[in-house]
């Protein structure tokens, strides 16, 4: 079997696992090999290798071993960018920052670029440790963004049933049909779900359109936020085809009162 080269990766740590006493399992998501899974030997004794910082969200620099075809990448060292720990200090953070790296874990390729996605990633991560933006508008950018790299960006310029653009459409409310991979209108679903204005949609089309610079420069409904995180929240689990458990988490948290 041919063994693969040592190389240097940044990665941000999506989970990970304790297998034996010592060693760590890692999922890492990085720009130029995707997803990875590292073993970290003596991860949780060895100071000098890994100095304590393989911490869930924190953004490494990862020194890795090559492997033999079969056989798990090991992990040589591993030194800290951004440790973003108000991310597991702060439970709303906390709630957020579970979810993106759930949605990346599950459905992230192994083995395969994704610098996009990684990009993505990190630029919500640091934005929400450092109150860039509040966290509803991240959550926003981050969910309409990567479905837009999975290829299954919601339609919201037009109805999915009758193809007219909703600004053609005077006054009437839209639902959401995630089946069909979008907005629908009044006409076409006379009872849907949840309801959303034409207004509102507007204002999801300009997140998805634009990154952070753009979204720091708006300000946005809360009819937008609300009506965006029920569709997102919908939409995706049902592309993804299976339940999402940290989306649990956040929304427990949102009909507590917790997350402003």
Same mark, same amino acid.
């Given at each position: 079997?041919?063994?693969?080269?040592?190389?240097?990766?940044?990665?941000?740590?999506?989970?990970?696992?304790?297998?034996?006493?010592?060693?760590?399992?890692?999922?890492?998501?990085?720009?130029?090999?995707? $997803?990875?899974?590292?073993?970290? $030997?003596?991860?949780?004794?060895?100071?000098?290798?890994?100095?304590?910082?393989?911490?869930?969200?924190?953004?490494?620099?990862?020194?890795?071993?090559?492997?033999?075809?079969?056989?798990?990448?090991?992990?040589?060292?591993?030194?800290?960018?951004?440790?973003?720990?108000?991310?597991?200090?702060?439970?709303?953070?906390?709630?957020?920052?579970?979810?993106?790296?759930?949605?990346?874990?599950?459905?992230?390729?192994?083995?395969?670029?994704?610098?996009?996605?990684?990009?993505?990633?990190?630029?919500?991560?640091?934005?929400?440790?450092?109150?860039?933006?509040?966290?509803?508008?991240?959550?926003?950018?981050?969910?309409?963004?990567?479905?837009?790299?999975?290829?299954?960006?919601?339609?919201?310029?037009?109805?999915?049933g009758c193809r007219?653009?909703?600004?053609?459409?005077?006054?009437?409310?839209?639902?959401?049909?995630?089946?069909?991979?979008?907005?629908?209108?009044?006409?076409?679903?006379? $009872?849907?779900?949840?309801?959303?204005?034409?207004?509102?949609?507007?204002?999801?089309?300009?997140?998805?359109?634009?990154?952070?610079?753009?979204?720091?420069?708006?300000?946005?409904?809360?009819?937008?936020?609300?009506?965006?995180?029920?569709?997102?929240?919908s939409f995706i689990?049902?592309?993804?085809?299976?339940?999402?458990?940290?989306?649990?988490?956040?929304?427990?948290?949102?009909?507590?009162?917790?997350?402003?």
């Amino acid at each position: 079997m041919n063994a693969e080269a040592d190389f240097n990766t940044p990665g941000i740590l999506l989970r990970r696992v304790e297998y034996g006493d010592n060693d760590l399992i890692l999922n890492v998501i990085t720009p130029d090999r995707g $997803k990875m899974v590292l073993m970290a $030997k003596a991860a949780k004794r060895s100071r000098r290798r890994f100095g304590g910082v393989l911490d869930l969200f924190a953004i490494l620099d990862l020194s890795c071993r090559g492997s033999r075809r079969g056989r798990m990448t090991l992990l040589a060292e591993a030194s800290l960018c951004e440790s973003l720990n108000s991310l597991r200090t702060e439970v709303a953070k906390t709630a957020y920052a579970s979810y993106w790296v759930e949605l990346v874990h599950f459905w992230g390729e192994e083995g395969q670029p994704q610098p996009d996605l990684y990009a993505l990633l990190y630029d919500v991560l640091m934005a929400l440790d450092r109150d860039r933006l509040p966290a509803r508008v991240l959550s926003l950018l981050f969910q309409l963004h990567f479905m837009n790299l999975a290829g299954l960006g919601p339609r919201l310029s037009a109805c999915v049933g009758c193809r007219c653009p909703i600004g053609g459409l005077g006054d009437l409310q839209f639902g959401l049909d995630a089946a069909r991979g979008g907005v629908i209108c009044q006409r076409c679903d006379p $009872k849907p779900r949840l309801t959303v204005s034409r207004g509102a949609l507007k204002e999801l089309a300009w997140i998805a359109a634009g990154g952070l610079a753009r979204a720091q420069r708006m300000r946005f409904s809360s009819e937008a936020l609300c009506a965006g995180e029920e569709m997102m929240e919908s939409f995706i689990p049902f592309h993804l085809g299976r339940e999402v458990r940290s989306l649990k988490f956040l929304r427990h948290l949102r009909e507590s009162g917790a997350l402003a």
